[in-house]
């Protein structure tokens, strides 16, 4: 049996912007770490084989996109105050991704 299924950042948002920004406790992350680890070994126990990657921009291209965004009356709605802050927060977020087990 071959079964793919993707998760999005959205999944993981407890342990990336959540942690890095300070919108959860540490609480909050070490109970959603051990969950999401209870259930991605749940996964692999009934015989899937799980392969976490994470989709990833340089530094460089995130500066290019938010830049574009500033400047494009049609895209001027995706900028939020967590943009702003990204940027700056760069190893933050990386560290957080690293800690998810992503390749």
Partial sequence: ?????????????RAGVERVMNY?????????????????????????????YYLDISRE??????????????KQWKISPVDQVAIKRWDDYSKARNALGCR
């Fill in 1 to 13: 049996m071959f079964l793919i299924c993707l998760f999005n950042r959205s999944w993981y948002n």
């Fill in 61 to 74: 291209e995130q500066k290019r996109r938010l830049a574009d965004r500033r400047k494009d009356p049609l």
């Fill in 24 to 52: 959860c406790t540490e609480k909050e992350y070490e109970a959603f770490m051990e969950s999401v680890n209870d259930f991605e070994n749940l996964l692999i126990r009934s015989g899937l084989n799980l392969l976490k």
